[in-house]
């Protein structure tokens, strides 16, 4: 089971961080991840790391977005810097038991979390 958190509201040009915990099958995760979703459209990929690997970041959040993870806590963190109302959206965690080189589609994830609301005002 997966379970994000931190999302909130924030003034453009703000930050937030999320956190996502696992719990119940953490040996089987490698790959970790967030996505993020608006109504109508598809889950947009925003980051995703493992061990031994530089996390890979969705083009929309390069240079403002920070990857992390806490093995020993089994947790991974989104921190969020210079947000912008675009990036209003549920961000979702979620994981997989290895790397795979589609790591930035959805469809690649056996895991996630429930969301977390993010909204930035301008």
């Known amino acids: 089971q997966l379970q994000a958190s931190g999302g909130g509201w924030v003034q453009a040009g703000g930050s937030l961080r999320l956190s996502c915990t696992a719990s119940?099958?953490?040996?089987?995760?490698?790959?970790m991840a967030w996505f993020r979703q608006n109504e109508g459209k598809e889950r947009e990929f925003i980051a995703a790391?493992?061990?031994?690997?530089?996390?890979d970041y969705g083009d929309s959040v390069k240079g403002r977005f920070i990857f992390s993870k806490d093995t020993g806590k089994n947790a991974w963190y989104l921190q969020m810097n210079s947000l912008k109302p675009e990036d209003t959206a549920i961000y979702y965690c979620?994981?997989?038991?290895?790397?795979?080189?589609?790591?930035?589609?959805?469809?690649?994830?056996?895991?996630w979390g429930q969301g977390t609301q993010v909204t930035v005002s301008s």
């Open positions: 790391g493992a061990s031994g690997r530089i996390p």
């Open positions: 979620a994981a997989r038991r290895s790397w795979i080189t589609t790591a930035h589609k959805h469809i690649s994830y056996d895991y």
């Open positions: 119940g099958y953490t040996n089987s995760i490698s790959t």
